[in-house]
């Protein structure tokens, strides 16, 4: 594993409904790290605690929150966190990430809701993820979310990701699909998105599917097989980055396992290009 990133190859999201399938293969599936939800998994016992800790003992494992809601208006869950530390350290987790995003004001919202892009959401959102990284005891990685509308908005998305992440001083969940996603329905180039992030921080990337609703709308849904203008973007982003750690994630729809394994194998195909790439470039 390379000292600069805390897994390393190809991942795959792992959901309940996977649990049986890859329990069954006769041999390790061919994927190199899982990713969960940990509230998901919490204080889950019986069958599938077992089967989650039998994965874990033998699998790197990284974990990625969905309700921390770092720019929601409620104060921190601070209770949420000691639980998560516990169980990151319960089962050597080796990454934590959380959405840059809000979720919650009195209750749940059960949806991914953008931060408004302000000078005032920079340093309310920066000190919640200091405080968050305190609480778990390691730095965190936030995640570059999908949005739909931009309410009250004083900057550009990437001036406010990079904002965040300076004054943070935290790492940076790179999801490409999401890139890809914003820039159609908000009209920007993805590769110059990413080219002004500041890409040693990111800690790994996710890749997933989408749903084109009109030309100028894209949903993203984690339904889908990984459309070909991200598989695209990818292959580019490694070229710039180098083979990131990449996780295939994939929330519903679940098509056989087999499948999904094909797309990871893809992941770690357009890994070993870029490898290749560079060690001819290195030479040339």
Do not use: K
């Not at 494992?61 to 209770?79: I, K, N, Q, T």
């Not at 890994?271 to 560079?278: D, H, K, L, M, P």
């Amino acid at each position: 594993m390379s000292p600069r990133f805390p897994v390393e190859g190809s991942g795959l999201g792992l959901r309940r409904a996977l649990l049986g399938p890859l329990q069954d293969l006769p041999a390790p599936p061919a994927v190199d790290f899982f990713e969960i939800a940990p509230e998901n998994w919490i204080g889950v016992g019986g069958q599938p605690g077992r089967a989650l800790r039998a994965l874990t003992e033998r699998h790197p494992f990284v974990c990625h929150g969905l309700s921390l809601s770092l720019g929601g208006p409620a104060p921190l869950d601070e209770d949420l966190l000691q639980r998560v530390r516990g169980f990151l350290d319960a089962h050597q987790v080796r990454c934590y990430s959380e959405h840059l995003s809000y979720c919650a004001d009195d209750a749940q919202l059960y949806d991914l809701m953008p931060i408004p892009f302000t000078e005032a959401a920079v340093h309310r959102v920066a000190a919640r993820i200091r405080r968050a990284q305190d609480i778990v005891g390691r730095r965190i990685a936030v995640e570059n979310v999908s949005y739909y509308a931009i309410p009250g908005a004083e900057m550009r998305e990437i001036e406010f990701v990079n904002a965040v992440l300076a004054e943070a001083d935290c790492d940076l969940l790179l999801d490409v699909n999401n890139v890809y996603v914003n820039s159609i329905n908000h009209g920007y180039d993805p590769d110059a998105y990413i080219a002004a992030l500041p890409l040693e921080r990111v800690a790994y990337l996710h890749v997933a599917g989408h749903y084109v609703e009109a030309p100028d709308l894209i949903v993203d849904t984690h339904g889908a097989a990984v459309a070909d203008p991200v598989w695209a973007l990818l292959e580019r982003t490694y070229r710039r980055l180098g083979p990131v750690p990449t996780l295939l994630e994939r929330d519903f729809n679940f098509p056989p396992l087999a499948e999904l394994l094909d797309e990871v194998a893809r992941v770690r195909a357009l890994q070993q290009t870029s490898r290749a790439e560079a060690r001819h470039a290195a030479v040339a």
